[in-house]
């Protein structure tokens, strides 16, 4: 749940860093109802504990309508009331220039104004003050329940506020519209003016080529040097592989020697009839 809680106030950060552009230190202008919860609940020092949910180092103010109001309904607090009234004394002052005590919502809504030109995150414990806040665009709510602090998320007035503007900066204004228009039309007239200057230009660059190149046939040199192109020539002789010539004869005579040795080994059986000598009668 805590690695929740802080990604989600990193993130929430971050909205109003990039869309509104607040600074480190953070200014945190904190209500009486939000200093007593820090005191009764001992959420001290609170400089660091906003800073831990910020991820930045703060700046704690209140206002001076705040703590008049804070001594005057404060024994209605309990015990605690003298310990608020401490805290809430040694917290920076914000500006208001107001002659006559009024009330603290209405003291931090003045101060703040139409879009909160110093950054102030505000911190209170006040629902309604809340509701009030966050459809002013660009303030952020911090608010405690129990020993948590808490940061507020963008409400929908806030998050269109930021759209609309994005899509009014791509938008040209008429004033830019204008200065747009008279530029172009400066330049289409400097282009043609260039134009027929550089006709002028070229015309002379023109005559000095062929008056160079007639100069050139009178004497009866040539424009470029002609060279004889070369043709492709046949391949190295010595890079190629010698031809395969195929042993015809040398198998030739290997068959006529296999034939004679198979002659030899076959013998020639010879008759002996005409050497037996032939016995006369009588």
């Known amino acids: 749940m805590r690695v929740k809680k802080q990604k989600r106030h990193r993130k929430i950060v971050r909205f109003y860093t990039a869309c509104y552009g607040f ?35 703060v700046t704690l103010f209140t206002t001076k309508c705040a703590v008049a109001e804070l001594k005057m309904h404060g024994p209605s607090l309990g015990p605690s009331h003298a310990d608020s009234l401490e805290a809430a ?35 209170t414990q006040q629902a309604d003050l809340r509701k009030r806040i966050l459809k002013i665009p660009g303030v952020p709510v911090v608010y405690a329940l129990r020993t948590a602090l808490l940061l507020e998320a963008p409400s929908a007035a806030q998050r269109q506020f930021v759209k609309t503007s994005e899509e009014q900066r791509l938008h040209m204004t008429d004033l830019e519209y204008k200065m747009l228009e008279k530029r172009a039309k400066n330049m289409l007239e400097k282009d043609s003016s260039d134009e027929d200057v550089g006709c002028g230009d070229q015309n002379l660059e023109e005559q000095a080529v062929e008056k160079k190149r007639t100069t050139r046939k009178e004497l009866g040199v040539k424009d470029k040097v002609q060279f004889k192109r070369k043709r492709a020539k046949g391949p190295n002789p010595l890079s190629c592989k010698p031809k395969k010539t195929l042993k015809r004869s040398d198998s030739r005579k290997e068959r006529n020697d296999e034939d004679a040795s198979m002659r030899s080994r076959k013998k020639r059986k010879r008759s002996r009839k005409g050497k037996n000598p032939v016995k006369a009668d009588g």
Do not use: W
């Open 23 to 57: 600074r480190q230190p953070y200014k945190v202008l904190c209500d009486v109802t939000f200093v007593h919860h820090l005191v009764t609940h001992r959420i001290t020092p609170a400089d660091k504990a906003l800073s831990h949910i910020l991820g930045a180092p």
């Open 89 to 123: 004394n040694s917290l920076i002052t914000a500006r208001c220039d107001h002659e006559e005590a009024m009330s603290a919502d209405d003291c931090i809504m003045d101060v703040i104004g139409k879009d909160n030109t110093e950054h102030f995150f505000v911190a």
